[in-house]
């Protein structure tokens, strides 16, 4: 199957969107009418919507792509270890073209689990783009800076790079506080906020790391933040990846200068960095919140129905509290918000809005009965019950079948034989 459409226009009829059989227009990538009755429009893609349920599709504001490289490579041992000794070795051998097949292997994944947008954190971005390109779905990818970051000394030498678009755009990513000095952390926030680019950074992801700044600057990460003047700078282009551990203050700094908070719940547990991720006390500071995968290295997969469900499952177990953080306001979390923090106006079944949607097939057995569709996804369902997937009103994924998957899954055995990732 191919990614593009035959025509422009996208007609799903007899479907269920909320409890309502409806007939879904999309033209020209937003949704135009959602309605019963609609006549069937001329030189349109049809399809039967009767047997699926719609829902917005997921955008998942924190991974690394290309890293499904590394996926259960040098697993299961203490972090530092598992970098020094597996990863940052391995990441000396990669080049644009291993990026570009590890992104697109990626992407092939991310659209099998209902994703049509990332914020990623990596290198060799024009490889990255052009992967994200190949598979027809949207993504912020950040350019990773470490140290004093002395490429974005001059915020007036920017230019927007040949590959950006509607559909891929380019972010900065300082690694983290303790990554980054002060000064690269200056540079990146002027640089950013003159040229009007998100800000993508790891924060708070550990009690060590907030131990660390404590201990260095007497403040907390995101205090640390506040007194170098990048909250100022940044506000709502700040993307600050776990936000795992934080304070009051640190809350309603995040919330009076518009930062996204993003849980990465199946990584943190993983990498046994935590699971008490605050999101009842962010909701009431206002702070909004998103919902990512990280990468494939620290939590094997990128799937964000899974993230999903390991969310709200964390929330009411540590809260003891069965009503916290239901189903339908995880999807919120896993599209709207995630869409939003990206500037992309998806992620709800809106007219107007930009036609990225999944269809859910009502067969399928974790569907049955549909007492509560959105329950039912969220708790029961597996990425098989995902059946079509579009994007930007533009069918990726029909009846499971992804364009160039078998061809992406070879090409990444391939690289994993070179670099000699397989365990003997």
Partial sequence: MSSTPMSTRLFIHDTHVAGRVVDVLIEDGRIADMSPGQPRPEAATVIDGSRYAVFPTFANLHTHAAMTLFRGYGGEVPLQQWLQQWIWPKEKLLDDERVYWGVRLACVEMIKSGTTAFAD??????????????????????????????????????????????????????????????????????????????????????????????????????????????????????????????????????????????HNPNSNLKLGSGYRFQYAELQAAGVRVALGTDGCASSNNLDMLEASKTMSLLQKGWRQDSTSTPAGEVLHVASRNGFEAMGVDAGELEVGRQADMMLVDLDNVAMVPDNDTVANLIYAAHNDAIDTVICNGRVVMRHRQVAGESEVVAAVREIARQMHLYRS
Wanted: hydrophobic share 40%.
């Fill in 121 to 262: 954190m990596y290198f060799e971005l024009p490889a990255a783009a052009r992967a994200v390109h190949d598979s027809g779905i949207r993504a912020l990818l950040g350019d990773n800076v470490f140290g004093d970051a002395d490429r974005f000394v001059d915020a007036s030498s920017y230019s927007a790079p040949e590959w950006q678009d509607e559909m891929v755009r380019y972010c900065v990513a300082p690694h983290s506080v303790y990554a980054v000095s002060d000064e690269g952390l200056r540079r990146v926030a002027r640089y950013c906020a003159e040229n009007d680019l998100r800000c993508h950074i790891h924060m708070c992801e550990t009690e060590k790391e907030v131990a660390d700044c404590l201990a260095q600057h007497g403040c907390r990460p995101y205090e640390h933040l506040a007194q170098l003047g990048l909250l100022d700078l940044l506000s709502h282009r700040l993307i600050g990846a776990h936000s795992l551990y934080l304070s009051d203050s640190e809350m309603a700094l995040m919330s009076r200068h518009g930062v996204t908070a993003v």
